[in-house]
């Protein structure tokens, strides 16, 4: 009978496959090995690249650490997939093992031709075991199988250490001066080089590109940082944090409700964390106080900057890479600059001491799997950015009030020394440079006047607004609502009681009310749509559906004082690109304005037109009234904040309008009496199509 | 007149029946629960009810926790409207949206009125699913109030109207906007209003999906295409593309 039992085999390709393109860059496969002696205790590794800038180099890889025995390396190293680490072991020197599954061990052993390990173990450092694999072997076999290996015991040589040496003979290909950069960039900071742990470990390359950042690395500019946010994560997932300023000094310290965000402040459902952040100031007058120069530390950020990521003592790759921001710092810098640091002006890490298996990296060393473990420690470590951001944000209103205060003191001293310095002046000159400085003086104020006048007016009406809009809120919602309900169910139950006495004698004053009410809505309708964020938001505009939107929420309102709205508009929909708001702010001010002045004269009937008109690229407004026109002021000064005829007038509308307009890049004209008798502003604005 | 678009005749539900109490596909109503954080509202919206002949039971505050509530209400009324803001004073610890929804998942026939602002629709969207009958304050009144029952009776004993039908639909990010309060995103979505993009809170989106919502982003959902406004779209079961291996 013939013997049918078999297992399953394996091309040779697999090994390419696997260890070639889950790990693809020659760092990361490198790392993986160095990775091994930090798992075996070591305290250096040392890479060291020989003839490596062409074909054929060699790359060894040598630590002081516990070696390994026959056993140790064919039920261990030679393993491939499987970690065979217990995270909740530690090593000798109680680390936690980086728990590599071998696949990037594979990568790194198939850069070159052959691959030898030689190996002492720290039980009998005396023993030499050696494994050598010829890949040629693989390359010519059918199945992997196939390929028998022999660990060889010998009696070692030379030494006595115990440790482990892995060379790599007959690379396939050159190792390129950038691959060097990166290898030493990433074997610096494998294992935390900004803590201070002398028992840490060490990786070392043999290359001048590793002893020049090593030499920055070393630099530790720590102490020269404006701001060092210390944010921690306990076991219960509490948060807490300081910032300290340069001088070591407490400046802001937040606990778990004021860091994390979200009602109820959820806790952290993520392993234990500190988080370290150090923030500059890149620029000369912060510097000048600081023992390092500002360009030592723009080069050193440069090299190292942005926050990097460590799982149990090493570094995990992309974190903190060149163009890997993965805490959004540059976005939000972006968006709101001020007291928000990037990854070129902070340095940071983000340590995780972590063995329960709750963040966990990718096969193929692209960072960790995004699993709400992953992303609740970026929340942590986003909350304490956040935080950090409102602190900074608060210090600096305090510093912009205090400057408030400091400001006019220092401008009467530079007064003084000014007048001081004209009066050593020789005298037939003196008198024309006094004269020019007072008049200097009286134009000065007088621009300081006016716009102390307009942020007066603007702040006056940022509160009219806030105020209007909450009352607008709660009387929408509730005594309108009422009025507007109960009137109907008047309305209703009395016709039916009445039946066609209803008309004679409840109908009028019921409608009335109801007329009101609508009148009421449109007032809080009013407030509600200017405030909503979606019309601050640039887009595609269609100039005449905002005119005919504005002039339907007024209605009611121009029912009431008996006002007709004569919209004439050009044929199609001319657009431009803009917010909703800006065009809504214009055709709005415009209609308060003129309904205003209605207040003023007696028509028959009010009367407010609208025409548009397509000409050049450019759609004109134009905007009259029969109201009583400009009279006593220049329709040029009507634009100016703060000018108004009118008793408890703002005098803003127009500015408003005016600004907006400019905004648009568009003009806008005043006229005292156009085509109705009344004012006529005409307003020009671009249009990208109809 | 129009209840999310639709709008109110008696040709739409010619099973409306209405002496003294609502008799819907054999579901009679008579009595109906109002809820409003605010007691001259509650009353106002009580006379609008029994209007339609009615009973009106307006709710005093504080409301209990809303599994309680819900479990009392359906037990005690046989319908229930309410406004969308309940906080105010303590009233409610759920908002208006919260409550129909539950009710209308223990097939209780709820109607929810709200200003329709933008604020409130971003707040109630997630809900929107659960709330056939969403109606403007402006159009309250016992026609609209009866007709929205008839929608929820309706949905729960046969298919719902097409305006409320979910349809496998390709939306295409717009624009994002992370610093407003909700976060939001802006979408384009196939087989609609082609000029429209329709604006959703960014909580709609499962946390660890939202890095995908970046401008130019496509992914499926299940959407009501047959809405005529933009505040009657309902979306749900987010489908996004997953992220292939190159070999």
């Given amino acids: 009978m013939t013997d049918t039992s078999t ?10 496959r696997l260890g070639e393109e889950l790990n693809p860059s020659l760092d990361q496969s490198i790392l993986e090995l160095v990775k091994n002696s930090f798992d075996a205790s070591a305290k250096e590794c040392t890479v060291v690249l020989r003839n490596t800038e062409k074909v054929g180099g060699t790359i060894e890889i040598s630590d002081d650490g516990d070696g390994m025995d026959a056993e140790g390396i064919i039920n261990g190293w030679l393993i491939l997939g499987r970690s065979g680490r217990n995270p909740e072991q530690r090593t000798r020197l109680n680390r936690v093992p980086a728990g590599s599954k071998g696949l990037g061990r594979l990568a790194a052993l198939r850069l070159g031709n052959v691959a030898t390990l030689r190996s002492w173990p720290r039980s009998n450092p005396q023993r030499e075991y050696l494994l050598n694999i010829n890949w040629s072997r693989y390359d010519a076999a059918l199945v992997v199988e196939e390929v028998a290996l022999a660990v060889e015991e010998t009696t070692r040589k030379n030494g006595a250490s115990p440790g482990t040496v892995v060379t790599i003979d007959a690379l396939r290909a050159a190792v390129s001066r950038a691959e060097v950069s990166r290898l030493a960039r990433a074997l610096i900071l494998l294992a935390d080089p900004f803590g201070d742990d002398p028992e840490g470990f060490k990786p070392i390359l043999r290359a001048a590109e590793f002893s020049d950042l090593e030499k920055l690395v070393k630099a530790r500019y720590f102490e020269d940082a404006e701001f060092h946010l210390a944010a921690s994560l306990d076991k219960d997932g509490a948060a807490r944090a300081v910032i300290t300023d340069w ?10 409700g004021d860091l994390s965000s979200g009602s109820g402040h959820p806790i952290y459902a993520s392993p234990e964390a500190q ?25 050193w950020l440069g090299h190292f900057g942005g926050v990097h990521l460590y799982q149990n003592g090493l570094r995990v790759s992309p974190y903190g890479n060149p163009g890997n921001d993965w805490l959004d710092m540059n976005l939000k810098r972006a968006r709101s600059p001020e007291e928000r640091p990037s990854t070129n002006t902070s340095i940071g890490r983000v340590s995780t001491l972590e063995t329960g298996g709750k963040l966990i990296q990718k096969t193929d060393r692209s960072g960790f799997i995004e699993n709400d473990a992953f992303l609740e420690l970026k929340r942590f470590a986003n909350d304490a950015l956040e ?17 408030r205060v400091e400001a006019p003191k220092r401008t009467v001293k530079a007064k003084l020394e000014i007048r001081e310095a004209i009066e050593r002046v020789p005298a037939p000159k003196r008198r024309a440079i006094k004269q020019a400085f007072d008049k200097y003086e009286v134009v000065r104020e007088k621009e300081i006047k006016t716009l102390r006048k307009e942020v007066q007016l603007y702040r006056t009406l940022s509160t009219a607004g806030i105020t209007a809009a909450t009352f607008a809120h709660e009387s929408a919602g509730n005594p309108i609502k009422a009025i507007d309900q109960a009137a109907k169910s008047i309305e209703r139950r009395a016709k039916k009681e009445l039946g066609d006495r209803y008309a004679d004698t409840l109908a009028e004053p019921v409608e009335l009310i109801i007329r009101s009410t609508d009148a009421m809505k449109v007032l809080g309708n009013v407030t509600f749509s200017l405030l909503d964020h979606e019309k601050r938001r640039a887009s595609q505009v269609e100039i005449h559906q905002i005119i005919e939107s504005v002039v339907k929420t007024y209605e009611p309102f121009l029912k009431e004082r008996d006002v007709e709205v004569a919209t004439e508009l050009a044929n199609g929909k001319p657009y431009l690109r803009g917010s909703k708001a800006a065009i809504e702010s214009i055709v709005t001010n415009f209609l308060n304005n003129s309904l205003v002045w209605f207040e003023k004269v007696h028509v028959k009937k009010y009367k407010i037109g609208i025409r548009t008109e397509v000409s050049n690229g450019n759609l004109r407004i134009r905007f009259d009234d029969n109201g009583p026109g400009l009279e006593g002021i220049d329709p040029a000064d009507v634009w100016l904040a703060g000018e108004t005829t009118r008793p408890n007038g703002t005098g803003l509308g127009l500015t408003i309008v005016h600004d907006a307009v400019k905004d648009l890049g568009g003009t806008v004209q005043a006229q005292a009496h156009g085509d109705f008798g009344g004012a006529c502003f005409t307003v020009e604005l671009p249009i990208l199509g109809k | 007149m129009a209840i999310l678009g639709v709008p109110v005749s008696p040709s739409n539900y010619p099973f409306l029946e209405n002496e003294m109490a609502l008799n819907i596909l054999g579901q009679s109503i008579s009595r109906v629960q109002v809820i409003d954080d605010d007691p001259t509202a509650r009353q106002a919206m009580a006379f609008t009810i029994r209007d339609a002949d009615l009973e009106a039971l307006p709710a005093e505050g504080p409301l209990p926790k809303l599994s309680t509530f819900v479990t009392t209400t359906k037990k005690r009324v046989d319908a229930v409207v309410s406004d969308h803001r309940l906080k105010k004073g303590h009233y409610a610890t759920f908002n208006g949206a919260e409550a129909v929804a539950e009710l209308y998942n223990a097939q209780c026939p709820a109607v929810l009125c709200t200003r329709w602002s933008t604020a409130d629709i971003d707040a109630i969207r997630q809900y929107i699913p659960f709330i056939p009958s969403l109606i403007s304050i402006d159009e309250v009144n016992p026609d609209t109030i009866a007709t929205g029952f008839a929608r929820c009776i309706s949905e729960f004993k046969s298919a719902p109207v097409p305006s409320r ?42 946390y660890r999906r939202r890095r995908l919502i970046k401008p130019g982003f496509r992914f499926f959902a299940s959407v009501n295409k047959g809405a005529e406004q933009p505040e009657a779209l309902f979306f749900t079961n987010f489908e ?3 992220k292939s291996k190159s070999k």
């Avoid at chain 1, 297992?7 to 390419?16: A, E, H, M, T, V």
């Avoid at chain 1, 935080?387 to 400057?403: I, N, T, Y």
């Avoid at chain 2, 939306?171 to 939001?184: D, F, G, H, I, N």
Wanted: aromatic letters at 12%; glycine letters at 2%.
């Fill in chain 2, 165 to 206: 039908k979910a349809w496998r639909t390709l939306l295409r990010v717009e624009s994002v906007e992370t610093s407003s309060k909700p976060a939001l995103f802006y979408v384009a979505i196939s087989g609609w209003d082609s000029k429209e993009i329709v604006r959703l809170p960014l909580d709609l989106i499962q």
């Fill in chain 1, 387 to 403: 935080w950090m951001a409102r602190c900074r944000m608060k210090e600096a209103q305090k510093r912009r009030a205090s400057e």
């Fill in chain 1, 7 to 16: 297992s399953l085999r394996f091309s040779p390709d697999i090994l390419r």
């Fill in chain 1, 275 to 299: 988080f370290d952040l150090w923030a500059f100031i890149l620029n000369k007058e912060t510097f000048s106080t600081r023992t390092s120069t500002l360009e030592q530390v723009r080069e």
């Fill in chain 2, 240 to 242: 996004f593309p997953v």
């Fill in chain 1, 247 to 256: 001088k070591g000094k407490t400046l802001f310290t937040a606990k778990h």
